[in-house]
């Protein structure tokens, strides 16, 4: 398959590395003779190609993001793929400064406030008119797998706590570009300077409520001085809406998606995430 796609880009590679920490696609870190990097990425799904081509054309005048080179739709056996250009830089890390904090916090408004086109797009969808059954569809989908984990008592205890938190959530913050994968690993920083944001495969226009969850759970929540200076940078640029209000729901509701995201994957590739978001769970749990 990747040399199938080296192919089609007309590439010259001298160096190949997988790239690690990607899970709805392939990707590599490709060395070009003239001793530049580029990156291939292969997206698991059409749908996922569709999105991401979708986002780069949004985003690409809005907020820093990879340049894209070129692109293949694919075929019959490859869903397509995509030739970026490097970042410079590293992911982010909970060791970053507040005014990386401050920076993360005005992109993600920026992003946050690109509406949905005019026009139907045919990768992203427009989830926001029905947002409410969109959380659940989630929700649901997930559940037929951890329900094969977890006891009886305490799979049921979770699906009445998501029954009732849904309802104490205030009403949508949209339609607008949500990532839903908003994570250090996809947010890409070179000294003190947020340098773009990577991997759209899962975009969607929805609520903002949702994507700031995974940005809070391994960034923000390490230190208050990031969590407050990245709000000052999200609010320079729209209001922000009350995190205390829908953060409860929406770490509890990705505690337990995950767990089900890590049995589909697989659990033994996946045992430390599986076993972090058991963990998560039964704590939520308890705490009512």
């Known amino acids: 398959m990747l040399t199938q796609v080296i192919k089609q880009f007309g590439l010259q590679i001298t160096n190949i590395d997988e790239v690690d920490d990607s899970h709805s696609s392939m990707v590599y870190k490709c060395r070009l003779p003239e001793s530049d990097h580029v990156y291939i990425k292969i997206p698991y799904t059409t749908l996922k190609y569709q999105r991401e081509l979708e986002a780069y054309q949004i985003l690409q005048d809005n907020i820093p993001i990879p340049k894209l080179l070129d692109y293949w739709p694919g075929d019959e056996e490859i869903p397509g793929a995509f030739l970026l250009s490097e970042l410079e ?11 990386i904090a401050y920076q993360v916090g005005v992109i993600h408004a920026q992003m946050h406030n690109i509406p949905p086109p005019a026009h139907l797009l045919a990768g992203i969808q427009n989830e926001f008119p029905n947002w409410s059954s969109f959380i659940d569809k989630q929700f649901h989908s997930f559940a037929q797998d951890v329900k094969t984990v977890l006891d009886e008592s305490t799979y049921h205890l979770a699906l009445e ?4 938190i849904k309802s104490q959530l205030p009403e949508p913050d949209g339609p607008s570009f949500v990532h839903m994968d908003f994570r250090p690993a996809n947010i890409i920083v070179d000294n003190d300077k947020v340098t773009g944001i990577i991997d759209f495969e899962s975009v969607r226009f929805g609520s903002t409520e949702i ?28 209001p922000l809406i009350d995190l205390e209000a829908v953060l409860p729901f929406y770490r509890f509701t990705d505690a337990f998606n995950s767990i089900g995201w890590s049995i589909r994957r697989g659990i033994e590739k996946n045992k430390h995430f599986f076993e972090a978001n058991v963990t998560m769970l039964n704590h939520f749990l308890k705490k009512n």
């Not at 830089?89 to 507040?98: E, I, T």
């Open 89 to 99: 830089g590293r992911p982010l890390s909970a060791r970053d400064s507040r005014s």
């Open 161 to 164: 706590k998501f029954e009732n």
């Open 211 to 238: 994507d700031f969850t995974k940005l809070y759970r391994d960034f923000l929540s390490y230190d208050i001085s990031l969590l407050e200076n990245y709000k000052t940078g999200y609010s320079s640029v729209r």
